[in-house]
């Protein structure tokens, strides 16, 4: 007689809602870790550079180096963006000043839009275009060659050589950018409100010093270099796990940037909302 074997127990395949459950979780708990080893790198060069700085061990010509190519890919672009942004909001704010008839708080109104928001904004946006790509690409294509383990077996560490100086050059270089784009920004909105809204210079530059005060400016200035510091942080981690070839390279840049860009809104809505708290507008 023929034995017939026993039927194969069919395994029963997931449902929709178990695989997306199951992908929903992994992805969440891979982005706590994610953020968490983001986290653990921030602190890491926040104490770093300063004992570098102290042991004088700090990597000034990596610095400097990285300082001057950032203001070389971000200080054209900037005043191209500062442009039509300082444009606009005279153009948008212009229109509804004119219909209540307060034409004279142009200037207020175009100071503070670009003082406050565009300034900060633009900057942290360039940053996390040009500065966070070309951080990710480098250190991205250094750790799939195997230059950051070799750094490791040589007790180099790669936070203290590579990282730390691009933070600082970052810090050092988004209030300066914020300036320029503070200055471009101003000046025209000041020559649309002159030339196309028919505002005195007078009247213009009298608002503006009135309702713009220090205190906007030093809040703007330490949005861009909060922005510059996310941005770094977010850059060089990406970068520094790169894995999987050029095509590991080009998922780093593009988290870098994405996430960067994503942190940046979300960090301006909370600065904004506390400033506005306990930072109200006043007359100066």
């Known amino acids: 007689m023929v034995s017939v074997a026993p039927p194969i127990a069919q395994e029963k395949s997931p449902s929709p809602v178990q695989i997306v459950r199951k992908n929903f979780s992994e992805t969440f708990a891979s982005s706590l870790k994610t953020f968490g080893r983001t986290i653990g790198v921030g602190f890491e060069s926040v104490s770093g550079a300063a004992s570098d700085i102290v042991r004088l061990r700090f990597q000034y010509r990596e610095m400097l180096h990285q300082c001057w190519y950032l203001i070389t890919v971000t200080a054209i672009p900037a005043i191209l963006m500062a442009i039509p942004f300082g444009v606009i909001v005279t153009l948008q704010v212009g229109n509804l000043i004119h219909q209540l008839g307060a034409d004279s708080l142009l200037g207020a109104a175009g100071g503070l839009g670009v003082i406050k928001q565009g300034a900060p904004m633009a900057t942290g946006l360039l940053l996390g275009g040009a500065g966070a790509a070309a951080i990710a690409a480098d250190l991205g294509a250094r750790t799939i060659r195997e230059e950051i383990d070799a750094m490791k077996t040589m007790g180099i560490s790669p936070v203290h050589r590579l990282v730390i100086p691009r933070m600082v050059a970052m810090v050092f270089v988004a209030p300066l950018l914020n300036v320029l784009i503070i200055f471009v ?22 608002t503006f010093g009135s309702f713009t005060t220090v205190t906007d400016v030093w809040l703007s200035l330490m949005k861009s270099i909060i922005f510059g510091f996310l941005v770094v942080i977010i850059a060089c981690q990406r970068g520094l796990e790169a894995k999987g070839g050029p095509r590991g390279v080009a998922d780093s840049v593009n988290a870098a940037v994405v996430l960067s860009v994503v942190s940046i809104v979300v960090v301006n809505l909370v600065i904004t909302q506390i400033s506005t708290m306990f930072l109200p507008t006043r007359l100066a």
């Open 185 to 206: 920004g101003v000046v025209a909105g000041y020559a649309v409100a002159i030339g196309a809204q028919g505002v005195t210079a007078g009247s213009y530059w009298q």
